[in-house]
């Protein structure tokens, strides 16, 4: 799409910017300053218009449309019903199905006005925190018996002021207790948190018109998918596309999740993912300069604390993480350092070893090629030098080289990668296919484009797996999925991203609108969209699909397919898949690894699923010691039948006294050994792939 289109929606839309706002329908407040101007006006009236004809789905803007809105946008603010009083909902349900005409005629006002008594509430409850804590945490009695409801996402409104101020008080109560139980003084832990909720009062202080505006349009703009965003000016320069922050030197992408500053991906080869310390969906909730004393971030803008993040290559940074595996009555934090540095291409490049394997009494040898992304110099590349680096060059050549030295079989790994080039996804296809498509693009009109390799010959046709898991995204399923659709290779590991869409942004006169206009498509027909790629044989997968993974986003657009694009042949791994599966289970049952997982896996499951926790601390020791007990018996379990030695406890010092090699989760080095066994049970029941 070009910038004309937004050029004509502007032209469209100026003759609506002199209407007048809607008269104040709520008191006059201090916040009353935040007023939507000309400039959002028409830049509301942009983003109505640009949907309305450019979105892939191009839903109606209706009354059904107005109430997905409201109830986003309560969300959004208020996503713990924490702050909004039942009175204050019944007030706003004035407007509920009113947000269609309200947007078609360029009136922002109920919008602002929403926000506006969020901001009281949320001043009202930091308020009655700070008087909670001028108490004394001293004073604070952890010897009754009550319990804090954690999880508030479908809880009733407060009726009253007296029920919010009883959740407050127990939620500075639970604050304390967490910081108690993690080692902190009294005296450490007034101050703390004290001073938490004055620099949240103090931001509170600074919002601006501007992030009122967001908020609102982008809780118009996520009902129709969560890729379709609104970026303010400000943030159109500094976020990336999906109002997460690339974070030069640091190598995450990181987003706001309620208070909290969450981790969303994690750049391959960068220096956030060599730490092997830090995951997707771990929460940053302190940033310290080198040796600098850490600073509270809990309640801060996104914006501030990817500036303290941010800094000279080669200086540190220290981020204190709560890890996403960590239970909801657990809040313990780790201490991770950071030495920012430039991601270099070379360092993303492809690379390759060799797994060495004894299978039925026989040596094997099968090649492994590492792809932590799909990447080309597009600079050397449009300047025609004839040695550009691409993934498509790099795995020729790690090809060659494996064939040199006779491997048996070859294993793409996956894991991780987030996607990159689209035309190296379809290079890359070309090396291990004779001929034919290998991505449908379809768009908002229904023409379908179709991306393929014509050049006939397969550069490699032995044996072949490609190992994904969750995190393997967009580029990575397109690979995987025309893999699996020719038939060409054995899909292992865990169901992928499920992204299937295409965004372009699209320059407002105020801001820029990220747009979905189109899907991506296998050659079967089927859509890699919400669904992702299925593994032929799965593993026990240790991300869970409700936090990471295009499912676990808000109003993700549906899976669906259409025609496909090649013919259904014969295929040569059906045939085999029960057997595969069978001698994998039979091979994992007592593995130590595998058990390993599966049994951390179960107990998470268990422990994410409490809704309350208990706000006795004789109660909350035992909890988490209890925890704690069950993890160090499943890691020593493991050890022991490894022949390693066992932990005495899970403390921070046992996990830096690890080699580099063994920090990472254990079923890395588990899965990529287990899909070499794999593609040896194949090759023995196939003796025809054998490629020498």
């Known amino acids: 799409m070009k910038r004309s289109l937004a050029s004509t929606a502007l032209a469209l839309v100026l003759g609506f910017s002199a209407l007048p706002l809607a008269a104040k329908t709520t008191p006059a407040t201090s916040w009353d300053y935040l007023q939507p101007d000309r400039d959002q006006v028409i830049a509301s009236l942009n983003v109505v218009e640009l949907l309305k004809r450019h979105h892939y789905n191009k839903p109606p803007l209706n009354d059904e449309r107005s109430i997905k809105i409201y109830d986003n946008y309560l969300k959004l603010l208020d996503p713990s019903r924490s702050y909004f009083m039942a009175s204050d909902i019944a007030e706003f349900n004035q407007w509920r199905n009113q947000f269609d005409d309200l947007l078609k005629s360029g009136n922002l006002e109920p919008g602002f006005a929403i926000y506006r008594r969020h901001l009281t509430r949320l001043q009202e409850r930091l308020d009655f925190a700070l008087a909670e804590l001028a108490k004394g945490v001293d004073k604070i009695d952890f010897s009754v018996d009550e319990d804090l409801q954690v999880d508030r996402e479908k809880a009733p409104w407060a009726k009253d002021r007296a029920e919010l101020d009883d959740l407050w008080r127990k939620r500075v109560k639970d604050e304390v207790l967490r910081l108690k139980i993690a080692g902190k003084e009294t005296k450490d832990i007034q101050e703390l948190l004290t001073k938490r909720y004055k620099n949240q009062l103090k931001r509170l202080k600074q919002t601006r018109g501007e992030d009122v505006f967001q908020a609102y349009i982008n809780a118009f703009a996520t009902t129709y998918d969560p890729h379709t965003t609104y970026l303010s000016p400000d943030n ?32 391959p080869a960068g220096p956030a993912e060599k730490s092997k310390q830090i995951a997707p969906a771990d929460k940053i909730v302190g940033v310290a300069q080198g040796n600098d004393e850490m600073v509270d971030v809990i309640g801060w803008r996104l914006d501030e604390v990817v500036k303290l993040i941010r800094g000279p290559k080669g200086s540190t940074v220290r981020l204190e993480v709560i890890p996403a595996s960590n239970p909801p009555s657990d809040q313990t934090s780790k201490v991770v350092t950071i030495t920012r540095e430039a991601v270099k291409l070379e360092e993303q490049a492809a690379k390759k070893k060799v797994l060495h394997l004894k299978q039925d009494g026989r040596d094997y040898k099968l090649g492994v090629i590492e792809l932590p992304a799909f990447y080309l110099d597009f600079k050397a590349f449009r300047a025609g030098d004839p040695n550009y680096k691409s993934t498509t060059r790099d795995v020729k050549q790690l090809i060659d080289e494996l064939r040199a030295e006779k491997v048996d079989g070859l294993v793409i790994d996956l894991r991780n990668n987030g996607g990159g080039s689209l035309q190296e996804a379809t290079e ?15 768009n908002a009109d229904g023409r379908v484009d179709v991306l393929a390799d014509e050049n006939k010959g397969i550069y490699y046709n032995g044996p072949l797996a490609v190992l994904v898991n969750r995190l393997s995204a967009s580029a990575s399923e397109i690979f995987a999925g025309a893999m699996q659709d020719y038939h060409r290779a054995l899909i292992l590991g865990g169901q992928t991203f499920g992204k299937g869409t295409v965004q372009t942004i699209q320059p407002l006169n105020h801001g820029e609108l990220k747009l979905t206009l189109a899907k991506f498509y296998r050659v079967s027909g089927q859509s890699t969209q919400h669904q992702g790629v299925l593994p032929d044989i799965a593993y026990p997968d240790v991300m869970h699909t409700k936090d990471i993974g295009e499912s676990a986003l808000p109003a993700a657009m549906p899976w669906d397919s259409i025609r496909p694009a090649i013919k259904p042949e014969l295929d040569p791994i ?16 007592q593995d130590p690894d595998f058990l390993f997982t599966r049994a951390s896996i179960d107990l998470s499951k268990q422990l994410m699923a409490e809704t309350t926790v208990s706000l006795n601390e004789a109660k909350r020791r035992a909890q988490q010691a209890a925890i704690e007990a069950k993890q160090l018996k499943l890691e020593n379990d493991r050890r022991v039948a490894k022949g390693e030695k066992p932990l005495a406890e899970l403390a921070k010092e046992d996990e830096d006294a690890l080699p580099v090699e063994d920090k990472g989760k254990p079923e890395d080095d588990a899965y990529l050994s287990e899909s070499g066994h794999i593609l040896i049970d194949y090759l023995s029941l196939n003796p025809s792939l054998a490629i020498h």
Do not use: C, W, Y
């Open 236 to 267: 159109a320069e500094n976020f990336d596309i999906n109002m997460s922050l690339s974070l030069e030197g640091i190598g995450a992408v990181l987003q706001s999740d309620n208070e909290h500053v969450k981790v969303v991906r994690l750049v």
């Open 428 to 442: 890359l296809t070309s090396l291990f296919i004779e001929q034919g498509p290998t991505v449908l693009v379809r």
């Open 574 to 589: 059906k045939p085999f898949l029960t057997q595969l599966q069978s001698k994998h289970d039979q091979r994992t049952a």
